[in-house]
């Protein structure tokens, strides 16, 4: 945006002439370049179109301006590319502020081409970092450990309010997302697995596998994976925000430990909440597959929920229950641990959320192949 006309009446107006095209004349700085005048970000915004046009390459003309200071001349040096254009007319003065700027003012260094050396020491700050993390969460999981057994011998002194608080936020407004997710997994499983079964007319076994399936690994794996991405990264998100505002340094001034009125009420809700999560998920997955396995294979839903208990032991249950309660402890540590390590700013916030979810995600991953390594002997 060019200066408007009331501007370029001013004579203490900033101004820049360009050569007209193909001329040989140099382009003129008149008015005044200075600090005050550079205020304006309309004005300022409209000389640097203008330089823009002028080309670092032309000739220049300083004498007719009425003042430079060191604000006016970095702008025209930064035009310049830091460097004089061969054809400068200035004053004597303007020639040693420029010579001024050519001295101090430093300039890029060029690109370092990362060798041997600097990327084993770039692996190494990654370790030590990775270290320092992992020995914060097991010094929070210990914390926790203490706050649940202080708990259990005074339990008229623990945040019930926050407990339910949190149990409720973190369970019962996950029912919706989760029974759809599971209805959907439950009917593609189901018309995926009809068209393999009908080849080799076991039909029957639908039950078997669908059972199987959702009840010991899909079901829980999903529930955990929704509840990490959606509850895990509002966890960070509340711990980090109250980083930022200074909550957290409020509270330990105050005397009140993070770990029992932060931590413990999270992780216990959590606890609590994800096998009654991972039942709702299962049980809707199971609906979807069985309305599935009708459509496809004829399979009435009255032959389907009477096969069903004899196709999955308890032991499958069980299982499936005790990996939710890990997958809820897991999930809240997590979440806990990266609010806690938010700085002050909302960009440490953004990054600590992002890895919140994506650690909280690939640790129940890993789990339940733990599990499913540690106990593939349970349920069959």
Same mark, same amino acid.
């Given at each position: 945006?060019?200066?408007?006309?009331?501007? &370029?009446?001013?004579?203490?107006?900033?101004?820049?002439?360009?050569?007209?095209?193909?001329?040989?004349?140099?382009?003129?700085?008149?008015?005044?370049?200075?600090?005050?005048?550079?205020?304006?970000? &309309?004005?300022?915004?409209?000389?640097?179109?203008?330089?823009? &046009?002028?080309?670092?390459?032309?000739?220049?003309?300083?004498?007719?301006?009425?003042?430079?200071?060191?604000?006016?001349?970095?702008?025209?040096?930064?035009?310049?590319?830091?460097?004089?254009?061969?054809?400068?007319?200035?004053?004597?003065?303007?020639?040693?502020?420029?010579?001024?700027?050519?001295?101090?003012?430093?300039?890029?260094?060029?690109?370092?081409?990362?060798?041997?050396?600097?990327?084993?020491?770039?692996?190494?700050?990654?370790?030590?970092?990775?270290?320092?993390?992992?020995?914060?969460?097991?010094?929070?999981?210990?914390?926790?450990?203490?706050?649940?057994?202080?708990?259990?011998?005074?339990?008229?002194?623990?945040?019930?309010?926050?407990?339910?608080?949190?149990?409720?936020?973190?369970?019962?407004?996950?029912?919706?997302?989760?029974?759809?997710?599971?209805?959907?997994?439950?009917?593609?499983?189901?018309?995926?697995?009809?068209?393999?079964?009908? &080849?080799?007319?076991?039909?029957?076994?639908?039950?078997?596998?669908?059972?199987?399936?959702?009840?010991?690994?899909?079901?829980?794996?999903?529930?955990?994976?929704?509840?990490?991405?959606?509850?895990?990264?509002?966890?960070?998100?509340?711990?980090?925000?109250?980083?930022?505002?200074?909550?957290?340094?409020?509270?330990? =001034?105050?005397?009140?430990?993070?770990?029992?009125?932060?931590?413990?009420?999270?992780?216990?809700?959590?606890?609590?909440?994800?096998?009654?999560?991972?039942?709702?998920?299962?049980?809707?997955?199971?609906?979807?597959?069985?309305?599935?396995?009708?459509?496809?294979?004829?399979?009435?839903?009255?032959?389907?929920?009477?096969?069903?208990?004899?196709?999955?032991?308890?032991?499958?249950?069980?299982?499936?229950?005790?990996?939710?309660?890990?997958?809820?402890?897991?999930?809240?540590?997590?979440?806990?641990?990266?609010?806690?390590?938010?700085?002050?700013?909302?960009?440490?916030?953004?990054?600590?959320?992002?890895?919140?979810?994506?650690?909280?995600?690939? =640790?129940?991953?890993?789990?339940?192949?733990?599990?499913?390594?540690?106990?593939?002997?349970?349920?069959?």
């Amino acid at each position: 945006m060019l200066p408007s006309h009331r501007m &370029q009446d001013d004579p203490t107006t900033p101004r820049l002439l360009p050569p007209a095209p193909g001329a040989d004349a140099p382009a003129r700085v008149l008015g005044q370049w200075t600090a005050a005048q550079f205020a304006r970000p &309309q004005l300022l915004r409209g000389l640097q179109a203008l330089l823009q &046009q002028a080309g670092p390459g032309a000739g220049w003309d300083l004498t007719g301006a009425e003042r430079l200071d060191h604000v006016g001349a970095q702008l025209l040096w930064d035009h310049w590319g830091g460097r004089r254009p061969e054809r400068l007319e200035a004053t004597p003065a303007q020639h040693a502020m420029l010579e001024r700027l050519a001295r101090y003012t430093c300039p890029e260094p060029p690109a370092r081409r990362a060798g041997l050396r600097q990327a084993w020491l770039a692996l190494g700050e990654g370790v030590l970092h990775k270290a320092h993390a992992i020995g914060d969460f097991l010094h929070l999981t210990g914390e926790l450990a203490l706050n649940l057994l202080r708990l259990v011998r005074a339990p008229h002194t623990g945040p019930w309010r926050d407990i339910s608080g949190h149990l409720v936020r973190t369970g019962a407004t996950a029912l919706p997302i989760t029974a759809l997710v599971g209805f959907l997994i439950g009917v593609v499983l189901a018309y995926l697995t009809a068209r393999q079964l009908r &080849q080799f007319g076991a039909d029957a076994f639908i039950v078997d596998i669908l059972g199987v399936a959702l009840i010991r690994e899909l079901g829980p794996l999903l529930a955990a994976i929704l509840v990490a991405g959606r509850s895990g990264s509002a966890i960070t998100a509340q711990i980090g925000v109250m980083r930022v505002t200074d909550e957290l340094d409020a509270m330990r =001034v105050m005397g009140i430990p993070h770990g029992w009125r932060l931590v413990m009420p999270r992780a216990l809700a959590l606890a609590v909440a994800m096998p009654l999560v991972s039942a709702w998920t299962t049980v809707c997955a199971l609906g979807g597959g069985m309305l599935a396995a009708d459509a496809a294979l004829d399979i009435t839903p009255t032959y389907f929920l009477n096969a069903l208990p004899a196709a999955v032991q308890l032991g499958n249950l069980l299982l499936a229950s005790s990996k939710s309660v890990v997958f809820g402890l897991l999930i809240a540590l997590i979440g806990c641990h990266h609010g806690l390590a938010v700085e002050p700013d909302t960009q440490s916030l953004g990054r600590g959320t992002t890895a919140s979810v994506v650690t909280a995600i690939t =640790v129940v991953i890993l789990v339940d192949a733990l599990f499913a390594v540690a106990f593939r002997d349970v349920g069959f």
